[in-house]
């Protein structure tokens, strides 16, 4: 195991290059760097702005905001029309209820829509569960830039704040097109259907950070779940001189938004219902998730 991180990759020498200057060769390499929310538009270091991902920024912010929800009333503004944002500002609402001291007022910036690319049925339940819930959003355009206590929209318009979560969407990593290897729309490392670079054959890759050419798929973890045998099977494979084995991305996936305060929206094709029932799904499936790697863990 090496903590380090990689910098740039040499496909036509098969070496890696790290953060603190070390080479190291590969006969088979495997991809899964994830994503990353862009915070270009944030013209400032800030101890008050946070990207939603990853995972300890979140838990790092979360600690931040019960202090100031101790001390008085703040603004905390999302930025993004995505339902990274509604999740994030249903749950920032739940955090300041267990607090139970000074009640925050939360604000989605959202852009010209909020949850566009989603069907009405979705997108109005969200939004009606957050708005009942005194959570405002705002669809009057596109941000142009953030200050740590400001934002500014295209338009002029401009909002005071107190704490900001940036939640523009993800995107894979630079590396790819930095180092020259075939990247997709989104900069991701161009893939076929054997999660195989479709350059370098000796180079794979999962989760957020491929472009699958066969159809775009959506940033989210089923498809890396998916993914992960048919990866783990090629890499192997590869080693072995043996037949590589086709991914097919499945049947559409079962969506379930988590907005706070125990509700949750489902989706899964035609089947569309919000409220405490669609929370406990999610909660029961997450769980069950979980602890199959906590077993795994167990076993080592």
Do not use: W
């Amino acid at each position: 195991f090496v903590k380090d991180k990689v910098v740039k990759i040499d496909p036509d020498k098969k070496e890696i290059y790290t953060k603190t200057g070390h080479t190291l060769s590969y006969d088979v390499l495997s991809f899964n760097a994830g994503s990353y929310v862009p915070m270009q538009m944030a013209q400032e270091d800030s101890d008050n702005i946070y990207s939603v991902k990853p995972i300890e920024k979140l838990m790092e912010a979360a600690e931040k905001l019960k202090a100031l929800f101790m001390q008085k009333k703040i603004v905390v503004t999302i930025v993004g029309g995505g339902p990274s944002s509604a999740e994030v500002a249903g749950n920032v609402l739940q955090l300041a209820k267990k607090i139970d001291k000074y009640m925050p007022d939360i604000h989605i910036i959202a852009g010209k829509k909020m949850m566009a690319r989603f069907p009405e049925n979705v997108r109005s339940r969200v939004i009606s569960s957050l708005k009942k819930r005194g959570i405002r959003i705002f669809e009057k355009g596109y941000v142009k830039d953030i200050k740590s206590n400001e934002i500014s929209l295209e338009s002029g318009e401009r909002f005071s704040t107190d704490f900001i979560f940036m939640a523009l969407g993800v995107k894979p990593s630079t590396i790819f097109e930095e180092s020259g290897l075939p990247v997709g729309s989104d900069k991701g490392l161009l893939v076929n259907r054997y999660l195989q670079s479709v350059k370098y054959p000796d180079i794979f890759g999962g989760g957020d950070c491929i472009s699958f050419q066969d159809q775009p798929l959506d940033k989210v973890g089923v498809y890396a779940v998916r993914e992960n045998p048919v990866l783990l099977h090629n890499l192997m494979a590869s080693l072995e001189g043996s037949d590589l084995e086709m991914f097919d991305p499945g049947p559409e996936y079962l969506l379930i938004f988590n907005i706070g305060n125990g509700l949750g929206v489902f989706k899964k094709k035609q089947l569309v219902f919000g409220g405490k029932i669609a929370f406990m799904i999610k909660d029961y499936i997450d769980r069950k998730f979980m602890k199959q790697f906590q077993a795994i863990e167990k076993t080592l």
